[in-house]
């Protein structure tokens, strides 16, 4: 039986000014995503980027500590080669991230400090694809951010945020998940592909550690831009699954 090519994917929408991005690690937007930033950013859009960890647990040879202050250094320049000047680090410890109300009350907090129109994070499923297996923190941090996006548009959940002066904000329109197995939308990143992957390259420390495939930048973004943008009728694309808020 011949198998059947993965169906056209759909051009994200692009009607919009502010986006947060949520994601567990430094690193995580640059696996992907961080070329179609520097398309936003290049069009006048102001993307924030909010880390849950600092990925200090990433590096086997580097105490956590030590690790930390390497892989927040790492990630604002990195999202400076993007056009992000925003980047954000929550503090909760990596590696073992709990789905829970701490996490999603940071969330919600930042939500409503930065009023974004689009949030962005990473693949929540189980897997990539129904064949490797998603990390834990991936998976807590991005079904967090979902719930938490309708957190910040409620006054009656943590009303603590209230008195700390934090209004809700209901003008969240659509959360998006990069890199998903159920990603059916994409954005054209052909002339913003080098970027990406200097963005990512600046994370020198963690791929150094990293090694193996992930650890060549360039390589490893280009299969997987190379493989979207087919489904996309372009050259480069970045892909995600989009979950509609109205």
Excluded at 58 to 86: F, L, N
Excluded at 144 to 167: K, M, S
Aim: with cysteine; charged share 25%.
């Amino acid at each position: 039986m011949t198998e059947q090519p993965p169906p056209p994917l759909e051009p994200v929408d692009e009607d919009w000014g502010t986006a947060l991005a949520v994601v567990a690690h430094p690193d995580d937007m640059e696996y992907g995503a961080a070329a179609a930033v520097a398309r936003w950013t290049s069009q006048g859009k102001r993307v924030v980027y909010v880390m849950v960890t600092s990925g200090e647990a990433g590096i086997d040879g580097m105490e956590p500590e030590a690790c930390r202050t390497v892989r927040e250094q790492e990630q604002i320049a990195s999202a400076a080669i993007v056009g992000v000047d925003t980047v954000e680090f929550l503090g909760h410890p990596d590696g073992v991230l709990e789905y829970g109300l701490p996490l999603r009350r940071d969330i919600a907090r930042a939500v409503r400090r930065h009023r974004p129109e689009i949030v962005i994070t990473t693949n929540f499923r189980d897997t990539y694809g129904g064949v490797f297996p998603n990390q834990a923190d991936h998976i807590a941090t991005g079904r967090a951010t979902l719930d938490a996006v309708r957190d910040a548009g409620n006054r009656w959940v943590f009303r603590e945020l209230v008195a700390e002066g934090h209004e809700p904000w209901n003008g969240v329109r659509q959360v998006w998940a990069a890199a998903s197995p159920e990603g059916r939308h994409a954005v054209d990143t052909t002339e913003q592909f080098a970027t990406g992957v200097a963005s990512l390259e600046a994370h020198r420390a963690y791929l150094e550690g990293l090694g193996g495939e992930m650890g060549n930048a360039a390589e490893f973004l280009e299969s997987m831009a190379r493989a979207t943008g087919s489904r996309l009728g372009v050259r480069y694309a970045s892909s995600f699954e989009v979950i509609s808020l109205r």
